[in-house]
T-cell receptor, first 114, second 112 residues
């Protein structure tokens, strides 16, 4: 089965500093990759997705992620974070071989410090 | 607003009871997914329906069941409730099985 590993459960970062949230998945074969954000007491919102094509994907709110097939990674980055970016971030994978399932990571809690 | 609606928003019930959570997918989406989110288990996939048929099953307990109706809305039934079933239950929908999912606001279930 497919699996997703988010290497950091908590990431504190100062406002206006860059941030990288790490995500690795278990299979390099035909995967679709997603990052979601969950603000307190809300549902998950899609930040960005990789289905095919360019390995650098740009999403909403200034976030971007890079698909690295050789390292089976899909790390999320933002060059300058804001207080409003404080939230839980989830990496997810699906694909033709996941049996129609989405596999979510355990989440990374990003805290932006003023 | 994702376009996915869930009712009720909050539900408080006692152990041993049965509840039904309802989800209406985005217009045009045929797939519906149910997830459970708790502090100790994280986000757990429960079950997926596609156009009325069960497509994938995750960590869903036998006490739980779901269905998707001809108008594509879905219901998640939780019975013989235990304290440990207290969680946020999310519904998500997608156009097809592998495309991005859109999440509803969730139903917070509290079992006392």
């Amino acid at each position: 089965a497919q699996s997703v590993t988010q290497l950091d459960s908590q990431v504190p970062v100062f406002e206006e500093a860059p941030v990288e949230l790490r995500c690795n998945y278990s299979s390099s074969v035909s995967v679709y990759l997603f990052w979601y954000v969950q603000y307190p007491n809300q549902g998950l919102q899609l930040l960005l997705k990789y289905l095919s094509g360019s390995t650098l994907v740009k999403g909403i709110n200034g976030f971007e992620a890079e698909f690295n097939k050789s390292q089976t990674s899909f790390h999320l980055r933002k060059p300058s974070v804001h207080i409003s970016d404080t939230a839980e971030y989830f990496c997810a994978v699906s694909g033709p071989r996941t049996g129609n399932q989405f596999y979510f990571g355990t989440g990374t809690s990003l805290t932006v410090i003023p | 607003d994702s376009g996915v609606t869930q009712t009720p928003k909050h539900l408080i019930t006692a152990t041993g009871q049965r509840v039904t959570l309802r989800c209406s997918p985005r217009s045009g989406d045929l797939s519906v997914y149910w997830y459970q989110q708790s502090l100790d288990q994280g986000l757990q996939f429960l079950i997926q329906y596609y156009n009325g048929e069960e497509r994938a099953k995750g960590n869903i307990l036998e006490r739980f069941s779901a269905q998707q109706f001809p108008d594509l809305h879905s219901e998640l039934n939780l019975s013989s409730l235990e304290l440990g079933d207290s969680a946020l239950y999310f519904c998500a929908s997608s156009v097809a099985g592998l495309s991005e999912q859109y999440f509803g606001p969730g139903t917070r279930l509290t079992v006392t």
